[in-house]
RNA sequence: CGGGGCGUAGCGCAGAUGGUAGCGCGUCUGGUUUGGGACCAGAAGGCCGCAGGUUCGAAUCCUGUCGCCCCGACCA
């Protein structure tokens, strides 16, 4: 895509109230724009990152032999009803229609997925199984803050498992806590994998994810090692101590929490008399168990991890577009149209092979304005394209991550390219 | 909701003691530039968050209100 088509621009001035890394960068990158306090708008690039992150995790859903399917957004004052939670908990934004019907706008999906698992399960035949969705969510937080990482209307992966007996259930969470960290491993993310509280959901066991890194807002007793941590809510190590995983030591650490997983027990089933026949005829509970990960907050939570004073570095993986092709201007018209051809002809390549590519194709603004926004956007690969490397038969080679560039014949970039995005 | 900070051009800001709004960046026109945020000339762009009040006169003083950011309470 050519930069010059991309009506979300960078900004030179950094947002004066950005206070996080995630709030500064995506704005003045033209990824999200604010719309009022913990509600963004996701542009061109930044809903490309979303996407990828999203996708990432759905692929580990699938993975696991979850089905997707698509929750409303608009719930019956009933359903929250059943459960207690239409007035006990603070957390949803609830309205009516012009009929003086209540509805809660979806916090939660709960109360939603229960009823609906319920007009298909009869007997243990059906269980167990698991489904669940990429929804926005909205919670009335009493304060948003820190930019995407808590939001009012923000977007999440939840899912829902259905089980007979807690050690189908205790395996399939185990299974699905392993997938959520190679999902954030695949999203470039260091995690810890903490003891949590339930908290509104559940009295029984919970796991909560850590990304690491010191603009994180919870305290977590981390090994420095494997992934073990504790939240220090409820954490009975402590600094200095032996990882009872592994045995290296606990570090006290910052993080940002990306995702929550609990075992639900019978907490809905009762609440909706989900229940099942059994191999004996007998009616029972259904236990059931909810996993949920916070996309948008996940991009956020990136940035904080993956950033520098010039801008954010994506991984590979998530990043809005694998190469930043600059054209430098040349004076010499003929010089001037090679650069533009060769550039040309190497998006198109490029396209071709399913590598994305930004083309700062402006031919008036410096190289100075050129590369400090291709810092800031954060590609993984710059490749400039000017006077100067075609003199060579040559692009420049810089990686955002690194900090020397190099000389690639142009002859020999396709495949360089396409090896430094496998 | 308590505490703190801030609302002036698209963005970042300046506008003591009240006198009718300015700078930088960006934008538009023309020209010169082109390897780390170029330069010259010209131009456009403001319910000074909103509403009251004081005053001959309010961006400026007073009251209220709305919004944004930060701390706290709260938070899968």
Redo the contacts with the bound molecule.
């Keep these: 895509m050519k930069y010059s088509n991309c009506f979300a621009k ?11 890394a995630n ?1 500064k960068f995506l704005v003045q990158a033209g990824f999200v724009d ?1 719309t ?3 509600v963004y708008t996701w542009l061109p690039f930044g809903l490309s990152v979303l996407r990828k992150v999203e996708q990432i995790v759905r692929e580990e859903m699938n993975a696991l032999g979850a089905l997707e399917i698509f929750m409303p957004s608009l719930h019956p004052k009933e359903f929250w009803e059943a459960t207690n939670r239409w007035d006990n908990v ?2 949803h934004f609830k309205t009516h229609s012009q009929t003086d019907k209540d509805y809660a706008l979806g ?2 999906h709960e109360e939603v997925v229960t009823p609906l698992v319920k007009k298909f399960i009869e007997s243990y035949k059906s269980l167990p199984f698991a489904t669940y969705q990429i929804n926005t ?1 909205f ?1 009335d ?7 995407v990482l ?1 939001g009012r209307e923000f977007r ?1 992966k ?1 899912m829902y498992s259905f089980h007979t007996n807690q050690e189908d259930l205790s395996a399939f969470y185990q299974k699905t806590l392993e997938a959520y960290v190679r999902a954030y491993n695949r999203c470039g993310l260091n995690v810890k994998v903490a003891e ?1 509280s ?4 559940t009295k029984n066991m ?1 796991h ?1 994810f850590q990304a690491l890194t010191d603009a994180g ?1 919870d305290t977590i007793l981390a090994c420095s090692k494997c992934e073990f941590g504790q939240n220090v809510e409820v954490a009975t190590v402590k600094d200095g101590d032996a990882c009872p995983k592994c045995g290296s030591s606990i570090v006290t650490v910052k993080g940002i ?1 990306i995702g ?1 997983i ?1 075992d639900l027990g019978t907490k809905y089933s009762d609440a909706f008399d989900l229940n099942f026949t059994d191999e004996n005829g007998e009616r029972k509970k259904v236990l059931m168990g909810c996993y ?3 996309t948008s907050r996940l991009v956020g939570a990136i940035v904080e991890a993956c950033h520098d004073e ?1 801008g954010m570095i994506w991984p590979k993986s998530v990043a809005p577009f694998q190469v930043h092709l600059v054209t ?4 010499d018209d003929a010089v001037r149209e090679n650069i533009m051809g060769t550039a040309d002809d190497l998006v198109r390549d490029l396209e071709a092979q399913g590598v994305e590519v930004l083309w700062d194709d402006r ?7 050129k ?6 956007i954060g590609a993984p690969l710059r490749v ?1 394209v ?4 075609l003199k060579e038969e040559s692009v ?1 080679w ?1 990686e955002r991550a690194g900090t020397e ?1 190099r000389l690639v014949k142009l002859a020999d970039v396709l495949e360089e390219i396409k090896e430094f995005v496998k």
Aim: aromatic letters at 6%; a negative charge; charged letters at 30%.
């Design positions: 960078t900004s030179k001035m950094a947002p004066a109230d950005a206070d996080s709030a604010q009022m306090a913990g603070g957390f916090a939660s969510k919670r937080e009493l304060r948003a803050k820190s930019g808590r999440m939840d949590a339930g908290g509104v959901f919970s909560e807002e929490e929550n609990f949920g990960i916070g010039k430098l201007n040349s004076k031919e008036d603004v410096s190289p100075g304005a590369f400090a926004d291709a810092d800031l400039i000017s006077e100067k490397s420049e810089k560039s």
